[in-house]
């Protein structure tokens, strides 16, 4: 499956961004579908991520409150819906799917097969 992450753009502290993650070549909703980050300098960090059975979301404790994961199956997309950013959330998010990644592994960047080429996000204060 190839990944194609959009959405990003600069933005004020207190306004909201979605982005986009649009899958070619399979069907996405056999995948668990996750969003990453990475900051200049830092280790690329966990933010979302959606399972396939049921459609489970989990996030980070950062995130917890003001990002929401969603997917369209029909639109074979995957959605992060970011809410009041802060300037701590300026990042490259990506996002990442696999289709075999177990429940205890769907914070962990070696769990996923599959990335996007990232789109970034910029939160001035």
């Known amino acids: 499956v190839q990944l194609q992450a959009s959405g990003g753009g600069l933005v004020q502290a207190g306004d909201s961004l979605r982005l986009s993650c649009v899958a070619s070549?399979?069907?996405?909703?056999?995948?668990?579908v996750a969003w990453f980050r990475q900051a200049p300098g830092k280790e690329r960090d966990f933010v979302a991520a959606?399972?396939?059975?049921?459609?489970?979301?989990y996030y980070a404790d950062s995130v917890k409150g003001r990002f929401t994961i969603s997917r369209d199956n029909a639109k074979n997309t995957v959605y992060l819906q970011m809410n009041s950013l802060k300037p701590e959330d300026t990042a490259v998010y990506y996002c990442?799917?696999?289709?075999?990644?177990?429940?205890?592994?769907?914070?962990?960047?070696?769990?996923?097969?599959?990335w996007g080429q990232g789109t970034q996000v910029t939160v001035s204060s």
């Open positions: 990442a799917a696999d289709m075999h990644t177990i429940l205890s592994a769907v914070r962990d960047t070696r769990a996923y097969d599959n």
């Open positions: 070549g399979r069907t996405l909703n056999t995948y668990v």
């Open positions: 959606v399972r396939r059975s049921q459609g489970s979301t």
